[in-house]
T-cell receptor, first 114, second 113 residues
Framework: AQSVTQLGSHVSVSEGALVLLRCNYSSSVPPYLFWYVQYPNQGLQLLLKYTSAATLVKGINGFEAEFKKSETSFHLTKPSAHMSDAAEYFCAVSAANTGNQFYFGTGTSLTVIP | KAGVTQTPRYLIKTRGQQVTLSCSPISGHRSVSWYQQTPGQGLQFLFEYFSETQRNKGNFPGRFSGRQFSNSRSEMNVSTLELGDSALYLC????????????FGPGTRLTVT
């Protein structure tokens, strides 16, 4: 089975600073990897996905993530934080050998300080 | 395309009652998954349905059940509600091709008193 670890349940950054949210995965087969964002009292919105094509993936709202197989990582970054980025972020992994079932991390709450 | 819709958005029930939640997937999506989200446990997978058949199931008691109809709409039922069932219940749909990304609905906030 697959699993995901998100390091840091709470991250605070200043407005305009770099955002870095960490995600490490475990999978015995090539994985699909995803980042989702959740605003208060809403569902999850897909930010970006890795599907074994380019290792650097660009998503919505200026976010991007890089798949590093050697480090089993898929960290989410954004060069300059905006107040509207404050939300909960979830990393998820799926793979064909488990019916493409999603395994989510525990989430990282991002606070942006003005 | 319209997104995933869930009804109702909010529910208040009393302990011991039962509840049914509904989910309509994105048009053309035949897979529907359900998740329970709580502050303490995070996102927990309940089950997935595809073409009216349950394909995967999480580690929840039998009080939690679901079904899917021929139009891919899905319902989730929780019987004999407990206080601990208070949560945000999320439904997600996906195509069964490609990378299988899931698209989530806004959720149903269930409060058990």
């Amino acid at each position: 089975a697959q699993s995901v670890t998100q390091l840091g349940s709470h991250v605070s950054v200043s407005e305009g600073a770099l955002v870095l949210l960490r995600c490490n995965y475990s999978s015995s087969v090539p994985p699909y990897l995803f980042w989702y964002v959740q605003y208060p009292n809403q569902g999850l919105q897909l930010l970006l996905k890795y599907t074994s094509a380019a290792t650097l993936v660009k998503g919505i709202n200026g976010f991007e993530a890089e798949f590093k197989k050697s480090e089993t990582s898929f960290h989410l970054t954004k060069p300059s934080a905006h107040m509207s980025d404050a939300a909960e972020y979830f990393c998820a992994v799926s793979a064909a050998n488990t019916g493409n079932q999603f395994y989510f991390g525990t989430g990282t709450s991002l606070t942006v300080i003005p | 395309k319209a997104g995933v819709t869930q009804t109702p958005r909010y529910l208040i029930k009393t302990r011991g009652q039962q509840v049914t939640l509904s989910c309509s997937p994105i048009s053309g999506h035949r897979s529907v998954s359900w998740y329970q989200q709580t502050p303490g446990q995070g996102l927990q997978f309940l089950f997935e349905y595809f073409s009216e058949t349950q394909r995967n199931k999480g580690n929840f008691p039998g009080r939690f059940s679901g079904r899917q109809f021929s139009n891919s709409r899905s319902e989730m039922n929780v019987s004999t509600l407990e206080l601990g069932d208070s949560a945000l219940y999320l439904c997600a749909s996906r195509s069964r091709t490609g990378s299988y990304e899931q698209y989530f609905g806004p959720g149903t906030r269930l409060t058990v008193t």
